[in-house]
Nanobody
Framework: QVQLVESGGGSVQAGGSLRLTCATS????????MGWFRQTPGKEREWIGN????????YYADSVKGRFTISQDNAKNTMYLQMNSLKPEDTAMYYC??????????????????WGQGTQVTVSS
């Protein structure tokens, strides 16, 4: 079984930066997506970006494009979310997740089988 653990959340002032880490373990195929999502109370889980390892591309939601960067350390099976120029509306619980295959819509949280427990990000004005 694949396991994922997020870390790096915290409280920052608007305009600040945080880097989230998703540490993974278990078997990894070469055809899957790993994504970052966030969720606030009363709202649906929001896709913010993902890496598609089948087509080797990285994609971002418009709301974070230019501010957030997803990267991966392949040797350590670690994915990062670098968040710059944070805004109060970025406040959310942030999750990393993995699909079973890359032959799915990797922007849809419904297609992710494995999830971390989440790490809270709070941005104050």
């Amino acid at each position: 079984q694949v396991q994922l653990v997020e870390s790096g959340g915290g409280s920052v002032q608007a305009g600040g930066s945080l880097r989230l880490t998703c540490a993974t373990s278990g078997y990894m195929s070469d055809s899957y997506c790993m994504g970052w999502f966030r969720q606030t109370p009363g709202k649906e889980r929001e896709w913010i970006g993902n890496i598609n390892f089948r087509i080797k591309g990285t994609y971002y939601a418009d709301s974070v494009k230019g501010r957030f960067t997803i990267s991966q350390d392949n040797a350590k099976n670690t994915m990062y979310l670098q968040m710059n120029s944070l805004k109060p509306e970025d406040t959310a619980m942030y999750y990393c997740a993995r699909t079973r295959s890359a032959f799915v819509g990797c922007t849809d949280h419904q297609n992710y089988a494995y999830w971390g427990q989440g790490t809270q990000v709070t941005v104050s004005s």
